[in-house]
């Protein structure tokens, strides 16, 4: 059970920080757009990736560094664009207006495979996954020898618990982003987000 919580604690501790994929969740959470479809997407990935790092990947990627480059370059344009989209929302405003028209409509708004892409985009192009998910928690788990799939369990069940908080929580702060102006100001923090996401990216 110890080995289960380390591995619970240390999924916390990576997923927490808010970047790129948390912020999509979260916007998608609000909106209440395709938010079962997003939370599966992300959690499902986090654990194939938390399970790679189990069965040694991170030794592989390692020895690979232009598999990360490569993931860092096209991760850093698709986030980058993401943001672009989310300025270009903050500056021209109205997002409230529809936010507003569509309380209480689950999945209303855009098609569900532009932000099906969307979610694996944030989450397969960003290299910070595979270095947090497959070789640090790789590393650490392996140290727990026949225990280590315990350990990946807990930090699986982490990232499921994570997830499903933000994407289903977030429709709680629907009523205040009714306010004229709320949705500029979200939109304009995601914005940033991802720029700064992307900024980091090219520069690591």
């Known amino acids: 059970?110890?080995?289960?919580?380390?591995?619970?604690?240390?999924?916390?501790?990576?997923?927490?920080?808010?970047?790129?994929?948390?912020?999509?969740?979260?916007?998608?959470?609000?909106?209440?757009?395709?938010?079962?479809?997003?939370?599966?997407?992300?959690?499902?990935?986090?654990?194939?990736?938390y399970a790679a790092g189990g069965a040694g990947l991170g030794a592989l990627i390692e020895q690979h560094p232009g598999f990360v480059d490569v993931a860092r370059w096209a991760g850093a344009a698709v986030?980058?664009?993401?943001?672009?989209?989310?300025?270009?929302?903050?500056?021209?405003?109205?997002?409230?207006?529809?936010?507003?028209r569509d309380a209480g409509q689950p999945d209303a708004g855009r098609r569900l495979r532009p932000v099906l892409l969307t979610a694996l985009a944030l989450t397969w192009l960003n290299p910070h996954v595979y270095l947090d998910t497959v070789v640090l928690q790789g590393s650490i788990a392996a140290g727990y020898g026949d225990d280590r799939w315990l350990f990946t369990g807990g930090a699986v069940v982490s990232s499921v618990l994570w997830f499903v908080g933000l994407g289903y929580g977030a429709r709680y702060l629907a009523p205040l982003l009714r306010r004229p102006g709320a949705w500029r100001v979200v939109d304009a923090v995601i914005a940033l987000i991802m720029v700064a996401v992307a900024v980091s990216l090219v520069l690591a």
């Open 79 to 100: 986030v980058l664009g993401y943001g672009a989209l989310a300025a270009r929302r903050a500056w021209r405003g109205g997002e409230e207006l529809e936010a507003a």
């Open 1 to 49: 059970m110890l080995t289960f919580l380390a591995g619970l604690g240390l999924g916390l501790s990576l997923i927490v920080a808010i970047g790129a994929q948390n912020a999509f969740v979260l916007r998608q959470g609000v909106r209440r757009e395709h938010v079962g479809v997003v939370v599966a997407v992300c959690a499902a990935s986090d654990a194939l990736l």
